[in-house]
Every structure is written in structure tokens, then in C-alpha cells.
């Protein structure tokens, strides 16, 4: 037998050629192809985009919008306070709700108890607004000076009481935990436009409504079943938006690269004897982040901004964490190709207090959402981005707790609930769906958190039935086993 040097045979398994000819063909070239890219390319508004990754025959059609943004207000907004106006409920304040309403409904554990279940009609004033003469309250000026490019869904429903099962159903399509984010959806089927920013970004924020509210867990955003690359990077609030996004003192850029390419050739070697697809994941990764070190921070420095927008998105837009940056921030990612931006804002759960909460919650939101559509529409990019704005579920008509002229509080309610999209694929001006007069039952056009995924991957060019990923046996998909479009929404 014929000795083999082991330093040989080891700088052999690094050999380039080598690797590729024992290697898994395209996939480990394509990896190579990624690696040796140019790690200096600008990531500005104003460079190429390319698609990086992604399915082969995706999309499925032709797009409409070639990304999201989905604003997330966790806690579940009072439709009936915002959006649904039932003024003919003022003559039943008070009153009990009818059973005939009701209709049998479970109750969660914090109004089972309750002796009495009294109407609350809203105390907000509501009017019409714009050439489609959509109405909306009066916590919500901004939103009505749009109100021409929203379409609003006020049929929406979900099958999850509670707050965790309700936010991880509308989120992934299930309401156990582990299955892939919608953000992890599109990231595997579509890829990403730009190699320096990851394709699926989250920003999260707490309002001034109930600060108290919710928490949220990572796995909201995570890939699931999916490889791990597919998984949201979340910005972080304060310090350094990614960690470890500077260099320590002493490690410029040309150490880091060789550091970095060393590392990659260890677990090059690793992937040869194990074949795990994640260690090809954390190669790619790494050198994702390597490339974030450049285009992050000039990503995240609003300097540059116009007075007239950082104005337009109000007082707190140059405070990073606060709803009004990340929706300015949600712009940025957008016009540099990140495929889906999810913002989660926290403070809506209000099952008491709720005036006064859901006046301090709309302070911090409505400028900015309002504002990120017309900073859109000005820069062309609503022609081809779609914004989704809604919680996982809605309140109840009857009051949580005491009833007064001035407070009340409002429990959660999966059976009807309002949310409002803008933006490419869908029809402006527009209202669908319908409640009953006590805004507790739908009575027009109902339409499910499956329904709902399959039109926004719909706009995105992918049947929602061919989007599928195989894992103990079965096709997993995003929207599970159902599913059905939304056309009159779609333009």
C-alpha cells in the first residue's frame, strides 16, 4: 500500500478542483460562486439588484410585487374602535349581549368569570375620507390623508383565542410552534435581490399603549423545517444593530477576510465527511455577516435623510427601536432588495383602559405607516411592494371589566377583525367583508389566515400550492391544507 503524507492529503481535500469534482455539483459550485463575489460591492438604494438563491421555475408566474412589508401590531387592535363604526350601537350601551350574537362562543379565562357581558360601543368619532370615501376613526388622521391607496379586509378571522397560538398561526400557518415563518416561505421560493442584506429582516418595538403587552419569541420568525439561512436576522433596538457588526480594536478587514476563509476551508472539509446542508448554511453565513459589516451600518444611518421625510414619519423616526424609525427603516431595506421586512409593534392587548391606551398606541403609529406609503409611492417603490398592516385577532364588543362613559376594556375576539393592505397587486380605495351589527359575526365574505397567505404569495408570482418543502414524509406548505384566493382584493 502506498503511504499517503496526511499534510498532503489534507491540503488535497482543500484543493479547489478537488473539492468540486467530489462534491455535490452545482450546489457546492454555486457556493463557491457566492463566496467569491465581491465583498465590497455597494448596497445602496441606488445599485443592481440580482437574485441570489431561491427555487428554480419560481416565481411561477409574473409578480406583482417583488417584496413585503408586513406591519405586525401585536396584541390585536379594536376593529370596532379603528376601522368597523357601528354607531347604532350607542342605543344598546349597557345592555347585555345577545345570546343570539354571541352564538355559544368560549370565553378566555380572564371574562369566563364575568356575571355580565355589556355592550361598549366605541366613544371615537368616525367619518369619511377621500374620493373612495373609506371611513376611518378619528385616532387616525393620517391614515385617512391614504386612504385612496388602502384596501381594507374587515372579514378577516382566525381559529386561536390566545395570543401565542393566534400570533404563531397567522405567522406560519400553524398554531403549534416550529413551523417556517411566512418571511422563511419566501426567502427559500424567491432568494434575495441583494447579496449583502439578508432576504427576511425583523424590527420589533414597544408603543406606549399597554407596555406591558405580549412578548415575542424569535421563533416567530424562524425557518422552521427549512435550512436555517432562510430564518429572519433581527435588528436590535440599541447599541450596534447586529451583534458584533464592528470589528474589535485591532482586526481590520483584510485579518477578518483571511480569518474567514480559513474557517471556510475547515468546514469545507467537515462538509465533504458529513454531507449536512447546515454546515453549507453557516458558510454562507458567514460570509453574509461578513459582508452586513459594510452595508449595515451605512443601511441604518438616516443622516442623509431629507428634513422633509424625516418630518414626514414624525417626531420619534430618528430614535432607533421606536415604530416610527423601523417603519423608515422598513423603506430602506426595501429599495435595497430585502424580500420581506416584518415589523412586530407591541402595546395593543388593551383589556382595560383601552381609551387611553389605544390613543397613546395610534400616537406612535399612524404618522408612520401613513408615512411609509407616501415615502413609497414618491420613490416609485409602491408599484412593486405590497404593505400588509394588522394584528392576530380582535376585541369584543362587550366590555372587559367595568363599563363607564369614558373606559372600558375589550377581550380578545378570533371571530372578525379588520386589517388593511396598500401597494402592488392590490385594488385602492377598496372595502371587503362585512360584520354584523354588533361587529361580532361575519356576515360578508369571510376570509381566513389561509387565505390571506395564499393572495400575498399570490402578488409574489407563487401558487401557494406549489410552494412546498418535504419533511418527515409529507409536503409541508404555508398554507397548510387550504387556502383560497382573495380576488376581489387583488387588482
Given at each position: ?20 469534482k ?13 463566496i ?48 368597523d ?14 345570546d343570539?350574537?354571541?352564538n ?74 416550529g ?19 439578508p ?48 470589528d ?52 441604518t ?7 422633509s ?23 430602506r ?9 416584518q ?33 413609497l409611492?414618491?420613490?416609485g ?29 375589550r ?8 386589517i ?45 400550492k406549489?410552494?412546498?418543502?418535504r ?21
Amino acid at each position: 500500500m502506498d503511504f499517503v503524507d496526511p499534510v498532503l492529503q489534507l491540503q488535497d481535500t482543500i484543493n479547489r478542483r478537488t473539492f468540486l469534482k467530489r462534491g455535490s455539483g452545482l450546489g457546492l459550485a454555486a457556493l463557491f460562486t457566492m463566496i467569491g463575489t465581491d465583498s465590497w460591492a455597494s448596497s445602496g438604494p441606488a445599485q443592481k439588484f440580482q437574485q441570489v438563491g431561491g427555487l428554480p421555475g419560481l416565481p411561477h408566474f409574473t409578480p406583482k410585487a417583488k417584496r413585503v412589508i408586513y406591519l405586525h401590531q401585536s396584541g390585536a387592535p379594536s376593529q370596532m374602535d379603528l376601522f368597523d363604526p357601528k354607531p347604532e350601537l350607542e342605543k344598546y350601551r349597557g345592555k347585555e349581549l345577545p345570546d343570539s350574537i354571541r352564538n355559544g362562543q368560549r370565553l378566555t379565562g380572564m371574562t369566563s368569570g364575568q356575571k355580565s357581558f355589556p355592550v361598549a360601543p366605541t366613544i371615537f368619532k368616525f367619518q369619511e375620507h377621500g374620493e373612495s370615501g373609506q371611513v376611518v376613526s378619528e385616532l387616525l388622521p393620517h391614515l385617512a390623508s391614504v386612504i385612496d391607496e388602502v384596501c381594507f379586509i374587515k372579514s378577516m378571522n382566525t381559529e386561536a383565542i390566545n395570543h401565542d397560538p393566534a400570533i404563531t398561526f397567522l405567522q406560519t400557518g400553524s398554531q403549534l410552534a416550529g413551523r417556517p415563518s411566512m418571511g422563511a416561505w419566501m426567502s427559500y421560493g424567491l432568494g434575495t435581490q441583494n447579496k449583502d442584506l439578508p432576504a427576511f429582516v425583523v424590527l420589533t418595538s414597544i408603543g406606549h399603549g399597554n407596555t406591558n403587552d405580549q412578548p415575542l419569541y424569535d421563533r416567530l420568525w424562524g425557518s422552521g423545517f427549512l435550512p436555517t439561512e432562510h430564518q429572519g436576522v433581527k435588528f436590535r433596538n440599541t447599541g450596534d444593530p447586529v451583534l458584533y457588526i464592528s470589528d474589535p480594536e485591532g482586526i481590520d478587514r483584510a485579518t477578518r477576510r483571511d480569518m474567514l476563509t480559513e474557517i471556510a476551508n475547515l468546514n469545507k472539509i467537515r462538509l465533504l465527511s458529513a454531507r449536512d446542508p447546515e454546515i453549507s448554511t453557516r458558510i454562507s453565513q458567514y460570509e453574509l455577516a461578513f459582508r452586513m459589516q459594510a452595508s449595515v451600518p451605512e443601511l441604518t444611518d438616516i443622516s442623509k435623510e431629507p428634513s422633509s421625510v424625516i418630518e414626514m414619519y414624525g417626531p420619534h423616526v430618528k430614535t432607533p427601536g421606536t415604530y416610527a424609525y423601523n417603519c423608515l427603516l422598513a423603506r430602506r431595506l426595501s429599495e435595497r432588495g430585502v424580500r420581506f421586512v416584518q415589523l412586530y409593534h407591541r402595546g395593543w392587548d388593551q383589556h382595560g383602559d383601552l381609551p387611553n391606551q389605544i390613543r397613546r398606541q395610534c400616537d406612535d403609529t399612524d404618522q408612520p405607516s401613513a408615512a411609509l406609503i407616501k415615502d413609497l409611492k414618491q420613490r416609485g417603490l409602491l408599484d412593486d411592494t405590497l404593505v400588509v398592516w394588522g394584528g392576530e385577532f380582535g376585541r369584543t364588543v362587550y366590555s372587559q371589566g367595568n363599563l363607564s362613559m369614558t373606559d372600558y376594556g375589550r377581550d380578545h375576539h378570533p371571530r372578525c377583525f379588520t386589517i388593511w393592505m396598500a401597494g402592488a397587486g392590490i385594488k385602492k380605495g377598496v372595502t371587503y367583508g362585512k360584520t354584523d351589527d354588533y361587529s361580532y359575526n361575519i356576515v360578508e365574505n369571510p376570509v381566513g389566515v389561509h387565505d390571506l397567505h395564499a393572495t400575498i404569495l399570490h402578488i409574489l408570482g407563487i401558487d401557494h400550492k406549489r410552494l412546498t418543502f418535504r419533511y418527515q414524509g409529507r409536503d409541508f406548505r404555508l398554507t397548510d391544507v387550504s387556502g383560497e384566493l382573495v380576488h376581489a382584493v387583488m387588482a
